[in-house]
């Protein structure tokens, strides 16, 4: 049963502390995303990439946030320094260009205190 | 600006009777439309999905309608079962980014 894997599952960290948060996406899979759930926005559209390459960033705060596929099977999102305001769920999720629906992985609840 | 919305934060159902839950977006460019689930402490599932030249599309006991000129969907769980209590997120796909924008969810819990 192909899944996709987020660690950590959890996280707390201090503000100002950098944060690394990884994602596994499907062996396979050509389209990678990550997104952050909040009470307000829903799922929020951070960043996403096609065949590695970034096509839209423009959900991320630019100045503290960064993603990057370094390869085919890693995905990372990185936030410094984190902020309270950061503290969310963030899930990533892959699936095939053109596919029906993507697969999420199980998120990392993030806190920042 | 959110160009998908979910208006109901919440929705409760009696066991066996119908589910309806709706969301509106803004976006005419939006043409393939979708539905997850979302269980507690997990990542969304996807449900169902429809393409804009639709206006319906089933499977099993969800039914997703669609209505352009209003820039409306709404799915329909028949009968509710308790294990369909869960958060339901609708999104919207422009085609060609592939990028899904979601609403911000209706928590449904089905009553036993």
């Known amino acids: 049963d192909a899944r996709v894997t987020q660690t950590p599952r959890h996280k707390v960290t201090e503000m100002g502390q950098e944060v690394t948060m990884r994602c596994q996406p499907i062996?396979?899979?050509?389209?990678v995303f990550w997104y952050r759930q909040t009470m307000m926005q829903g799922l929020e559209l951070l960043a996403y990439?096609?065949?590695?390459?970034?096509?839209?960033d423009s959900g991320m705060p630019k100045d503290r946030f960064s993603a990057e596929m370094p390869d085919a099977t890693l995905a990372t999102l990185k936030i410094q320094p984190s902020e309270p305001r950061d503290s969310a769920v963030y899930f990533c999720?892959?699936?095939?260009?053109?596919?029906?629906?993507?697969?999420f992985g199980s998120g990392t609840r993030l806190t920042v205190v | 600006d959110q160009q998908v919305k979910q208006n109901s934060p919440s929705l409760s159902v009696q066991e066996g009777r119908i589910s309806i839950l709706n969301c509106d977006y803004t976006?005419?460019?939006?043409?393939?439309f979708l539905w997850y689930k979302k269980y507690p402490a997990e990542g969304p599932t996807f449900l169902i999905s429809?393409?804009?030249?639709?206006d319906k599309n089933e499977d099993g006991r969800f039914t997703v309608f669609l209505n352009k000129s209003a820039k409306h969907l709404s799915l329909h769980i028949v009968p509710s079962q308790p294990g369909d209590s869960a958060v339901y997120f609708c999104?919207?796909?422009?085609?060609?980014?592939?990028?899904?924008?979601f609403g911000t969810g209706t928590r449904l819990k089905v009553l036993a």
């Open positions: 999720a892959s699936g095939l260009t053109g596919g029906d629906g993507y697969t």
């Open positions: 062996l396979g899979h050509n389209t």
């Open positions: 990439f096609r065949n590695r390459a970034p096509l839209d």
């Open positions: 976006n005419s460019m939006f043409d393939y």
């Open positions: 429809i393409s804009s030249i639709k």
């Open positions: 999104a919207a796909l422009y085609s060609g980014t592939y990028k899904y924008i």
